[in-house]
């Protein structure tokens, strides 16, 4: 009788198993989908991905400055040093999500005081 429940069990969660795998594949290939991610693709060529973190902006000689000092406490890590009219920019990082940058910002406050995370545009 055991032996019975146990094989009669085994089959039912293979069945549901093997009908799971074929309901995820059909969700995968419907047209919602495809056009969430034709939105998000869309969106990303538009406005970008992913945050940096902006130590400076502000005169060059400064920005210069932070950089410099930036690479040295925090060697390996990105830094960028931009002119926008009429204001130089230090950002470092390259960061997928605002958590990353996040947790690197609490990092770099020790050191830096008044720094942001911004979101990368093109």
């Given at each position: 009788?055991?032996?019975?429940l ?7 969660t ?13 969700t ?27 130590l ?38 390259n ?28």
């Amino acid at each position: 009788m055991n032996i019975k429940l146990i094989l009669i069990a085994f089959i039912l969660t293979s069945y549901a198993d093997i009908t799971n795998c074929s309901a995820q594949n059909n969700t995968n290939s419907s047209t919602q989908i495809k056009n969430l991610i034709a939105k998000k693709r869309s969106y990303n060529k538009t406005y970008g991905f992913g945050y940096r973190i902006q130590l400076y902006n502000g005169t060059e000689k400064k920005a210069r400055s932070y950089q410099e000092r930036f690479k040295i406490e925090f060697p390996g890590i990105y830094s960028k040093l931009t002119y926008n009219t009429p204001e130089w920019k230090v950002q470092v990082g390259n960061y997928k999500t605002r958590l990353e940058a996040d947790k690197a910002l609490i990092k770099f406050k020790k050191e830096f005081i008044g720094i942001i995370v911004i979101p990368m545009g093109k």
